[in-house]
């Protein structure tokens, strides 16, 4: 299981690659979207998320998958970013490659695609609680970044 420390990396690094033009507007939340998994793994993600320091606004998490996502999911993250005054978010997929499928489903979450991807039609873990109308832009996954590399060499 990657360390806390992977994890600051990674969402650090998503951040450096985040065009400023994403980040401009005055109370703009920050998602961080992680597939999820265990209870433990999951608190990773929450620890790494307490750490950053996201200064246009609120800092929130969801989950895709797994047990949490059902409460922690999608349309709770964004409930989380609007009570803390976002009218906007910029969505970071804590991912490694942006071309998988739950990449995808994020973006169709986002509103960026017409359908979700068939691979994932029997899991739409959004919740059927009101959703905030917030302008929402998704960051890339880390793909080829070279501090990836060093991450999973670190960690192997």
């Given at each position: ?16 690659i ?24 999951n ?10 320091r996201w200064?246009?606004?609120?800092v ?12 922690e ?42 359908e ?24 890339p ?16």
């Amino acid at each position: 299981m990657p360390s806390s420390k992977h994890f600051r990396a990674f969402v650090a690094l998503a951040l450096a690659i985040l065009p400023a033009s994403l980040a401009t507007a005055q109370q703009t939340g920050l998602l961080l979207v992680a597939h999820g998994a265990t209870p433990a793994w999951n608190d990773r993600v929450r620890a790494v998320a307490r750490e950053v320091r996201w200064p246009d606004g609120p800092v929130a998490v969801a989950f895709l998958m797994g047990s949490e996502a059902a409460h922690e999911g999608w349309s709770a993250g964004l409930r989380t970013l609007a009570a803390g005054g976002a009218s906007g978010a910029v969505v970071v997929p804590v991912m490694v490659n942006s071309n998988g499928a739950h990449v995808r489903q994020i973006e169709f979450y986002a509103g960026l695609r017409a359908e979700l991807p068939p691979s994932l039609a029997q899991h739409d873990h959004r919740d059927d609680g009101p959703v905030p109308a917030l302008r929402l832009r998704v960051t890339p996954a880390l793909d080829a970044a070279p501090e990836l590399g060093a991450i999973l060499l670190d960690g192997w």
